[in-house]
């Protein structure tokens, strides 16, 4: 299998060390369970993304594919969009040359990151487009995350299905005055996508939208480079399995196996095979004794065999283009 979506290094960790102590122990796990090879998304840019790149790609080739990120704090310099891209552009050239295996776009995107006048900035904004673009010149999918589950765009109410959930972490409520709607953020990556026809791109969690399974065979259906992961999602796929099923039959090459459970662990890729593969009944999504993201049970997706083979490597296997 290839983990197509997962975290290794250092920007999301609370004490700022690396999510894995001890790399030699999760290869020996990833062999156990017969993971071939994780995508750590977590490269940044310049000296985080060499430093990814040699703790894992380098020291065990073909285990580990480093994606790195693009600095957006320069979209709030002074200077011209000209001079903006250009920065941009040669900083993803810089990384790819480091050994970079492709960009991962957060969804600090679209919430969060804005430009000098203060303006947020969307996935379609102009700017964005042509380093996009440019991502796609130099041979580097793009795994993007645009907004986030639905609910967090929802009043918050305890009628908000994951109420529990926002509690823990009210900083992913995005409901509130002056945020673009669930709706406007999907429409501005639709838009995205449009305008790059010659990037390859990877939807992370189910396309951005499990929650809607009819959407997002709309969007594959409209975008030959669009690609979805799987990771961060069993909770919405076991609550629908017939619809997922139904999608991977639809799309057999453009769905790909990842799990987003960082750090990585064996019963992490049980459950997924679970869930994929099995028509078990009422089962928990998660390893953590609470329900993280609402408090329900899935059902397995019984997915053919024959789909498989694809969804758990082929498909990565030819985004990431892997020759060997
Ligand atoms: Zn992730």
């Given at each position: ?216 065979g ?28 139904s999608l991977v039959e639809r799309f ?73």
């Amino acid at each position: 299998m290839i983990d197509a979506h997962n975290h290794l290094g250092r920007w999301l960790s609370e004490d700022d060390d690396w999510l894995v102590d001890d790399v030699g122990e999760l290869i020996g796990m990833l062999d156990d369970v017969g993971v071939d090879t994780v995508v750590n998304l977590d490269g940044r840019w310049g000296a985080e993304l060499e430093a990814n790149i040699a703790r894992y790609d380098e020291r065990h080739p073909g285990r580990f594919l480093t994606f790195c990120h693009i600095d957006w704090s320069v979209l709030s310099s002074d200077d011209d969009e000209r001079s903006i891209v250009d920065t941009l552009s040669s900083q993803l050239a810089a990384s790819a040359a480091a050994g970079a295996r492709g960009v991962k776009v957060w969804k600090d995107l679209g919430l969060q990151v804005r430009d000098a006048s203060g303006a947020p900035v969307m996935p379609d904004d102009p700017r964005v487009v042509s380093v996009l673009q440019t991502a796609g010149e130099l041979n580097l999918p793009v795994l993007i995350h645009t907004a986030d589950p639905v609910a967090f765009f929802e009043p918050l109410t305890r009628a908000n299905e994951r109420w529990d959930e926002l509690q823990v972490h009210p900083e992913w409520w995005f409901g509130g005055p002056g945020m673009p709607s669930f709706r406007h953020l999907m429409d501005r990556l639709d838009h995205l996508l449009t305008l790059c026809p010659g990037t390859t791109f990877i939807g992370a969690h189910v396309g951005c939208w499990a929650e809607d399974l009819g959407a997002v065979g709309r969007m594959l259906d409209e975008h030959p480079h669009w690609n979805v992961d799987i990771a961060g999602r069993l909770g919405e796929l076991g609550r629908t399995p017939l619809s997922f099923r139904s999608l991977v039959e639809r799309f057999p090459d453009r769905v790909l196996f990842g799990t987003d459970c960082f750090p990585p662990a064996a019963g992490d890729y049980a459950r997924h095979r679970r869930f994929l593969e099995t028509t078990d009944k009422d089962f928990a999504y998660s390893g953590d004794p609470t329900p993280p993201q609402g408090n329900w049970t899935i059902d397995g997706a019984g997915l053919d065999s024959r789909l498989l083979p694809g969804l758990y490597h082929d498909n990565a296997r030819r985004v990431l283009r892997l020759t060997d």
